[in-house]
Every structure is written in structure tokens, then in C-alpha cells.
């Protein structure tokens, strides 16, 4: 196809045209060299919740509204079959952030990671951020980071340009305080007081970093606290005032406070894409939407068992999309299995950004079966949890593990087997009745555990 021809198709049909005939490796370098010269590197705004619930969405699901995040997944790729990489907050981002097994760090082990640990995110670790900066991207990270604490880790020592937002795991909406009373909201390594709900403040920030002068493209980390505990809704400021003085992570919500939280969510998730519009950036940025493990409380489950905590669909199984305009086709519903790393695989072979070969990633490029160039294939992943979460089982061991159809659980000394095709809600226990596939994903289990990192003493 000549050049005449490929201007006059469009650069949409373009891009769609060399996405299809093009072999699209990991690092994305042939894909790149294929449309660099016709379109400039796309911009990625990454959209991180917080315990949001797979149902949480109507699209997903049917208890709350959420129309913009809703036509969001309908502009690209909705996956019925993504999970997180682990069940609860730090291990997932750090996923994300390496495109690894949590597992392959000791901060990946941190379940949750509190304010008193001396571990985090190794600033000398290559990150998605890292990576992309040196391939000329500014970086930002606006919400919350939860990997690491000041002095010796933060956004600014791992690749970020910028950051707006918390350290720790959990804050007030209205006063930005963590659960032992002390201010949590920074603008890079320097606390300051602002007044607002959280959401609101994160959203009005992300707005305005899409919306300055630029002449390189950007990569926008939007880690939304939202929906997390304190549940407090936008017009809950007086309420806010107790809850941290009892029942830290249970007290207080509704279904209707839920909603409310939701609503302000998918409010401000609808100003960020307006700004992309109005900045003329939409067509030429990749917009990944996904939460960071399975929901809470007052969570739409969907047809699933277990919460944020468990290894169960329940725990693991989160909403996510991807828009990419003129490459990923709109309204479309994929049943691939996914995890979190594949996104950071995804997002670097998109914008053709290599790895750290010292670093081997964990992830997949999703980008060959979002074009349609290779069909859905079965996956095999794996889980390791022991919660050291206040209020939960202690030191219980829990295993799981996906090959296909079958999901291999182990929570203590009770195994389960089940085939999730025909069984969502984890009901039936196969193991007995399929002995050999029980301990073929025993073994596989024990392969990947024997590469990983062991739990402290």
C-alpha cells in the first residue's frame, strides 16, 4: 500500500491496517517502527481504583450506576476474565509497577504494607515509569502509591516525573490523614494541607497535567483511593470526623454511601476523559481502566464467592478495560484471561518501549489478541497469600492457581478444585473426581512457588 493511499484511508484505518498485518512482539518494537512514522507515540493514562468490586460497575454488574466508566468500556475492550495479582493493595501495585510477580520482591510480600516496614519498591528496580521515562515520556502519578515510604522510597525514586497524592494504604477523604491520625497527602516528598474530598482532588489534578502545554507524550498513573475505606461520600464531611476513632477498616457505610463514593468516582473519571477530548489528545491515548483486587462490604460480587482478603473469584476477579482508538475496535467483550502484569507488557509494547532484559517480565502483551491477530488461549497463573491484616485470619497460607478452565485452591490443609466454565461461583469440589488434574496444578503451583521469593520467618 502506497503512502497516497494509506493518507487517503485516514489515519485511523491506518493504524488499524498496520496493527493487522503487523507481528506484534513483547517489546512492541515491530508494531512501533510500523506506525511511528504516521501517528506520534500514543499517551497512556492508566486508571487504578481501590477495593473496587467486579460487579461495582453496571456494566458489570446491577446495583450501582456508573454510565461514564460504562461507555469507557464500551469505546474499546471489556475482559470478563481479568484478575489482580494478588488480593489485597501493595502486591497488586507493585505488579504493576514492575510487570512481575509481586512475589519476585520483598515489598511483594508486604500483604498489607504498613507505615513501620523498611521494605518498598527499590528505586534501582525498573519500573513502568522508569522505562517509559527513558523513552521520552513525562511521568506522573496523581492518588495513591502504597509501595514504599519516605525517605528511601516514593514516586520520585521510581521513574515519576511528579506526584500528587498518599503514601499509605488508606485516607480520610476530607482531612487526607492515614489511620494513626497523621496528614497522608503530598505534593512530591513535601506534605501539604488542601482542603477537598479526595476524589475530587485527584481528578481536578489529573485534568490539569492532560490539559498543560507539552512536546513529548505523557504516561498519567490515576490511582484513585476510591472506592477504599473510610466510606464517606462526597457530602459526609461532618461524619468523617469519627471514623478513625473506632473499628479502623470496618466501621461506618451503607449502600448508599457506596453509591455515593461510586458516583463521585465515575464523575470524575468522566471530567479526566472530557479533558482528553477538549485537549485534543482522545484518538492518540490508551486508557487502561482496572482495580487493584476484588471489592469489599458493600461490593457487587457479581456471581462470585470470597472478597478482598480470599482467594476466591470474589478476591481476585476486578473490572478492566482498554480504549485505544483506531486500534481497538469499540463494543468489544473478550474472555481472556488476564492478570495485572499484562498491562505494564501491554502499555510498553505500545509504546514501544523495551524491557529491562535484567528484569524479565512476567506479563503478556495482550496487544495480538486485542487486534485480533491471535485468538483467546488458555493462561496459567498463579496466587500466594497469607494476610496480616488486622481483624483476619493470621498466617493461613492460601494457593491458587488457574490453568484454563480449572482453578486449583488451597486455603490451609483444604484443597478444592473446580472448573470455572461451568462453575463461577466455585461450588463443586472436583478434586475427587478429577485426581490427576488436582495434581498437575498441585505441581505447577510448586514450580513457580520454588522461583519466587519465600515468605519471611
Not at 210 to 220: A, D, E, H, M, T
Not at 273 to 287: C, M, P, R, W
Not at 438 to 454: G, S, T
Given at each position: 500500500?502506497?503512502?497516497?493511499?494509506?493518507?487517503?484511508?485516514?489515519?485511523?484505518?491506518?493504524?488499524?491496517?498496520?496493527?493487522?498485518?503487523?507481528?506484534?512482539?513483547?517489546?512492541?518494537?515491530?508494531?512501533?517502527?510500523?506506525?511511528?512514522?504516521?501517528?506520534?507515540?500514543?499517551n497512556v493514562l492508566f486508571i487504578l481504583t481501590?477495593?473496587?468490586?467486579?460487579?461495582?460497575?453496571?456494566?458489570?454488574?446491577?446495583?450501582?450506576?456508573?454510565?461514564?466508566?460504562?461507555?469507557?468500556?464500551?469505546?474499546?475492550?471489556?475482559?470478563?476474565?481479568?484478575?489482580?495479582?494478588?488480593?489485597?493493595?501493595?502486591?497488586?501495585?507493585?505488579?504493576?509497577?514492575?510487570?512481575?510477580?509481586?512475589?519476585?520482591?520483598?515489598?511483594?510480600?508486604?500483604?498489607?504494607?504498613?507505615?513501620?516496614?523498611?521494605?518498598?519498591?527499590?528505586?534501582?528496580?525498573?519500573?513502568?515509569?522508569?522505562?517509559?521515562?527513558?523513552?521520552?515520556?513525562?511521568?506522573?502519578?496523581?492518588?495513591?502509591?502504597?509501595?514504599?515510604?519516605?525517605?528511601?522510597?516514593?514516586?520520585?525514586?521510581?521513574?515519576?516525573?511528579?506526584?500528587?497524592?498518599?503514601?499509605?494504604?488508606?485516607?480520610?477523604?476530607?482531612?487526607?490523614?492515614?489511620?494513626?491520625?497523621?496528614?497522608?497527602?503530598?505534593?512530591?516528598?513535601?506534605?501539604?494541607?488542601?482542603?477537598?474530598?479526595?476524589?475530587?482532588?485527584?481528578?481536578?489534578?489529573?485534568?490539569?497535567?492532560?490539559?498543560?502545554?507539552?512536546?513529548?507524550?505523557?504516561?498519567?498513573?490515576?490511582?484513585?483511593?476510591?472506592?477504599?475505606?473510610?466510606?464517606?461520600?462526597?457530602?459526609?464531611?461532618?461524619?468523617?470526623?469519627?471514623?478513625?476513632?473506632?473499628?479502623?477498616?470496618?466501621?461506618?457505610?451503607?449502600?448508599?454511601?457506596?453509591?455515593?463514593?461510586?458516583?463521585?468516582?465515575?464523575?470524575?473519571?468522566?471530567?479526566?476523559?472530557?479533558?482528553?477530548?477538549?485537549?485534543?489528545?482522545?484518538?492518540?491515548?490508551?486508557?487502561?481502566?482496572?482495580?487493584?483486587?476484588?471489592?469489599?462490604?458493600?461490593?457487587?460480587?457479581?456471581?462470585?464467592?470470597?472478597?478482598?482478603?480470599?482467594?476466591?473469584?470474589?478476591?481476585?476477579?476486578?473490572?478492566?478495560?482498554?480504549?485505544?482508538?483506531?486500534?481497538?475496535?469499540?463494543e468489544q467483550v473478550n474472555s481472556q484471561a488476564?492478570?495485572?502484569?499484562?498491562?505494564?507488557?501491554?502499555?510498553?509494547?505500545?509504546?514501544?518501549?523495551?524491557?529491562?532484559?535484567?528484569?524479565?517480565?512476567?506479563?503478556?502483551?495482550?496487544?495480538?489478541?486485542?487486534?485480533?491477530?491471535?485468538?483467546?488461549?488458555?493462561?496459567?497463573?498463579?496466587?500466594?497469600?497469607?494476610?496480616?491484616?488486622?481483624?483476619?485470619?493470621?498466617?493461613?497460607?492460601?494457593?491458587?492457581?488457574?490453568?484454563?478452565?480449572?482453578?486449583?485452591?488451597?486455603?490451609?490443609?483444604?484443597e478444592y478444585l473446580f472448573n470455572l466454565a461451568?462453575?463461577?461461583?466455585?461450588?463443586?469440589?472436583?478434586?475427587?473426581?478429577?485426581?490427576?488434574?488436582?495434581?498437575?496444578?498441585?505441581?505447577?503451583?510448586?514450580?513457580?512457588?520454588?522461583?519466587?521469593?519465600?515468605?519471611?520467618?
Open positions: 500500500m502506497n503512502k497516497r493511499k494509506l493518507q487517503a484511508l485516514g489515519r485511523r484505518q491506518f493504524v488499524g491496517a498496520a496493527v493487522a498485518s503487523t507481528a506484534l512482539t513483547l517489546g512492541g518494537s515491530s508494531f512501533f517502527s510500523a506506525v511511528a512514522a504516521k501517528r506520534k507515540r500514543p481501590d477495593d473496587l468490586g467486579w460487579g461495582d460497575l453496571s456494566i458489570y454488574g446491577n446495583t450501582y450506576q456508573t454510565p461514564n466508566l460504562d461507555l469507557l468500556a464500551r469505546e474499546g475492550t471489556r475482559f470478563t476474565n481479568a484478575y489482580a495479582a494478588q488480593t489485597v493493595c501493595t502486591p497488586t501495585r507493585i505488579s504493576f509497577f514492575t510487570g512481575r510477580y509481586p512475589a519476585r520482591l520483598p515489598v511483594g510480600l508486604q500483604e498489607p504494607l504498613a507505615g513501620g516496614e523498611t521494605v518498598g519498591l527499590p528505586p534501582e528496580h525498573p519500573t513502568i515509569a522508569s522505562l517509559l521515562k527513558g523513552n521520552g515520556y513525562e511521568t506522573a502519578l496523581v492518588g495513591k502509591w502504597h509501595t514504599g515510604f519516605l525517605p528511601d522510597y516514593g514516586p520520585l525514586k521510581s521513574g515519576f516525573d511528579e506526584f500528587f497524592g498518599n503514601y499509605s494504604g488508606a485516607i480520610d477523604y476530607f482531612t487526607h490523614k492515614d489511620g494513626s491520625g497523621k496528614l497522608d497527602f503530598y505534593e512530591g516528598e513535601s506534605a501539604v494541607e488542601i482542603p477537598g474530598y479526595a476524589t475530587d482532588l485527584y481528578t481536578e489534578r489529573a485534568v490539569e497535567f492532560i490539559k498543560r502545554p507539552r512536546n513529548k507524550p505523557f504516561y498519567l498513573s490515576l490511582h484513585y483511593n476510591a472506592p477504599h475505606w473510610p466510606w464517606e461520600g462526597p457530602e459526609d464531611e461532618e461524619l468523617s470526623r469519627t471514623f478513625y476513632n473506632s473499628n479502623p477498616f470496618t466501621a461506618g457505610g451503607s449502600k448508599e454511601t457506596y453509591a455515593a463514593i461510586l458516583k463521585s468516582l465515575d464523575e470524575g473519571v468522566g471530567k479526566v476523559l472530557q479533558a482528553l477530548n477538549e485537549s485534543g489528545q482522545a484518538d492518540n491515548t490508551i486508557v487502561i481502566f482496572v482495580s487493584d483486587n476484588g471489592g469489599e462490604r458493600y461490593s457487587d460480587f457479581g456471581p462470585f464467592q470470597g472478597r478482598k482478603g480470599n482467594l476466591y473469584e470474589g478476591g481476585l476477579r476486578v473490572p478492566s478495560f482498554i480504549r485505544w482508538p483506531g486500534v481497538i475496535q469499540p488476564i492478570i495485572t502484569q499484562d498491562l505494564t507488557a501491554t502499555i510498553l509494547a505500545a509504546t514501544g518501549t523495551k524491557p529491562d532484559p535484567n528484569y524479565p517480565l512476567d506479563g503478556q502483551n495482550l496487544l495480538p489478541v486485542l487486534v485480533g491477530k491471535k485468538p483467546v488461549y488458555p493462561r496459567t497463573l498463579f496466587w500466594r497469600y497469607k494476610s496480616n491484616i488486622t481483624g483476619r485470619p493470621s498466617g493461613q497460607l492460601q494457593v491458587a492457581v488457574r490453568s484454563g478452565d480449572w482453578k486449583y485452591l488451597r486455603q490451609g490443609e483444604n461451568s462453575d463461577e461461583a466455585e461450588q463443586t469440589d472436583l478434586k475427587d473426581a478429577y485426581p490427576k488434574v488436582l495434581q498437575q496444578l498441585r505441581d505447577r503451583f510448586e514450580e513457580w512457588n520454588a522461583e519466587v521469593l519465600p515468605y519471611p520467618p
